[in-house]
């Protein structure tokens, strides 16, 4: 078992920043990809980024430029720095942890369906 918890979140006015921050713990690893989605209201849930164990990371086009998506030596903490924010990023962001097997480029982990463990996710709220 793997418990995953997002901090961070808050509220902002357009054009700031936020860095949250998903800590794993429990049955950890060095090799497991991490993925952050997010959910507006009366939307699915969708993919915002993704670090795989080597690395890689891959965005989705609404945030990519703005966001960047990193990692403690350690692997067990996850971050997601966001810059210059836009009142259509007000969503709950989750993290979540792929704990199984990871092949390839990050850009192939984008789905909801690739990711083992989830977090209860953090409100992040940008103001006009």
């Known amino acids: 078992q793997v418990q995953v918890v997002e901090s961070g979140g808050g509220l902002v006015q357009a054009g700031g920043s936020l860095r949250l921050s998903c800590a794993a713990s429990?049955?950890?690893?060095?090799?497991?990809?991490m993925g952050w989605f997010r959910q507006a209201p009366g939307k699915e849930r969708e993919f915002v980024a993704t670090?795989?164990?080597?690395?890689?990371?891959y965005y989705s086009d609404s945030v990519r430029g703005r966001f960047t998506i990193s990692r403690t030596n350690a692997k067990n903490t996850v971050y997601l720095q966001m810059n210059t924010l836009k009142p259509e990023d007000t969503a709950v962001y989750y993290c979540?942890?792929?704990?199984?097997?990871?092949?390839?480029?990050?850009?192939?982990?984008?789905?909801?369906?690739?990711?083992?463990?989830w977090g209860q996710g953090t409100q992040v709220t940008v103001s006009s």
């Open positions: 670090l795989t164990w080597s690395g890689d990371t």
């Open positions: 979540a942890t792929r704990t199984r097997a990871t092949y390839g480029f990050a850009a192939y982990y984008g789905d909801l369906d690739d990711y083992d463990y």
């Open positions: 429990g049955r950890t690893s060095s090799s497991y990809t």
